[in-house]
């Protein structure tokens, strides 16, 4: 499975789009790119997936880049409940980095 | 439908006991996983099955025991308590495995060993 790095924090204040990186250098071509979050206290859940092109959903938005090796994932109107760990997990989703602990400020 | 299930929320164990964490899926899922989450940690691979009958090991299998024999049910086996095995546990089903399907996951089991 590849590796990802992603920040370990970030801040978004309410109401405004957040943009969570993941870097996958070491995808294989036909992995899928899946994002999950967790909410405090919680199992993690399943956000959004994608393979090359740029995917939407009710929840959010994934950009993939050309080359694969890395990925975007928008939350196109922060709430407080957006408030999470999110991780990206390419591959068989086997492996989960620390991810990123969204802070959303009202 | 349930979802993923798991039992017990909480448990707190002596240093050498043993018990068993239980999970259960009613989605008809092939595929099951054990997770490990260390405070501030992303998740571990324990365990993960295919199908009933079938088990393999993840990254962490150490100190920790699987079965797999219906399709709903997959629990996992701590023999001899340690307490580097304090951790939240997390049980996940998916349809398939590989690279295209999402895992569902239960709410997990906080385990404390002292």
């Known amino acids: 499975d590849a590796k990802t790095t992603q920040p370990n924090s970030m801040e978004s204040n309410e109401e405004e789009p957040v943009h969570l990186p993941c870097n996958h250098s070491t995808i294989s071509g036909t992995d899928y790119i899946h994002w999950y979050r967790q909410l405090p206290s919680q199992g993690p859940e399943y956000v959004i997936h994608g393979l090359t092109s740029n995917v939407n959903n009710r929840m959010a938005s994934l950009a993939i880049a050309e080359d694969r090796k890395s990925s975007t994932l928008i939350l196109h109107r922060a709430t407080l409940r957006d408030a999470a760990v999110y991780y990206c997990s390419p591959g068989n989703q086997f492996y989960f980095g620390t991810g990123t602990s969204l802070t959303v400020i009202p | 439908n349930a979802g993923v299930t798991q039992t017990p929320k909480f448990r707190i164990l002596k240093i050498g006991q043993s018990m068993t964490l239980q999970c259960a899926q009613d989605?008809?899922?092939?595929?099951m996983y054990w997770y490990r989450q260390d405070p501030g940690m992303g998740l571990k691979l324990i365990y993960y099955?295919?199908?009933?009958?079938?088990?393999d090991k993840g990254e962490v299998p150490n100190g920790y025991n699987v079965s797999r024999s219906t399709t709903e049910d997959f629990p996992l086996r701590l023999e001899l308590a340690a307490p580097s095995q304090t951790s939240v546990y997390f049980c996940?089903?998916?349809?398939?495995?590989?690279?295209?399907?999402?895992?569902?996951f239960g709410p997990g089991t906080r385990l404390t060993v002292l």
């Open positions: 996940a089903s998916s349809y398939g495995t590989g690279s295209y399907n999402e895992q569902f």
């Open positions: 989605m008809n899922h092939n595929y």
């Open positions: 099955s295919v199908g009933a009958g079938i088990t």
